[in-house]
Nanobody
Framework: QVQLVESGGGLVQPGGSLRLSCAAS????????MGWYRQASGKERVLVAG???????NYADSVKGRFTISSDNAKNTVYLQMNSLKPEDTAVYYC?????????????????WGQGTQVTVSS
């Protein structure tokens, strides 16, 4: 059983900053990649940023230069530092991890999601 728990969302004024965290726990064998997605009201969920265990990152064009994804592989945790926030960044943010879980004799590969955390950028 694997669980992803997010924290750090909230209400912030335009131009402000927030830091999201997502920690995975359970029978984790190895994590291949981590990412953050967001879903605005009435829209599809889209990728915001991704990071591999080797440290390679990619970002949506809309957040390049403002958001930074990082991870602590020893803690199975991924972070999203969000600066210069804009009203259009308002959404529910979800973390995602692709991983092998279970044991050496019975492991499986799957993508897991966090419960989502609301980020609202408004004055």
């Amino acid at each position: 059983q694997v669980q992803l728990v997010e924290s750090g969302g909230g209400l912030v004024q335009p131009g402000g900053s927030l830091r999201l965290s997502c920690a995975a726990s359970g029978s984790i064998f190895s994590i291949n990649g981590m990412g953050w997605y967001r879903q605005a009201s009435g829209k599809e969920r889209v990728l915001v940023a991704g990071i591999t265990t080797g440290g390679s990152t990619n970002y949506a064009d809309s957040v390049k230069g403002r958001f930074t994804i990082s991870s602590d592989n020893a803690k199975n945790t991924v972070y999203l530092q969000m600066n210069s926030l804009k009203p259009e960044d308002t959404a529910v943010y979800y973390c995602s991890m692709e991983m092998w879980s279970g044991s050496y004799s019975a492991k499986s590969f799957a993508n897991y999601w966090g419960q989502g955390t609301q980020v609202t950028v408004s004055s």
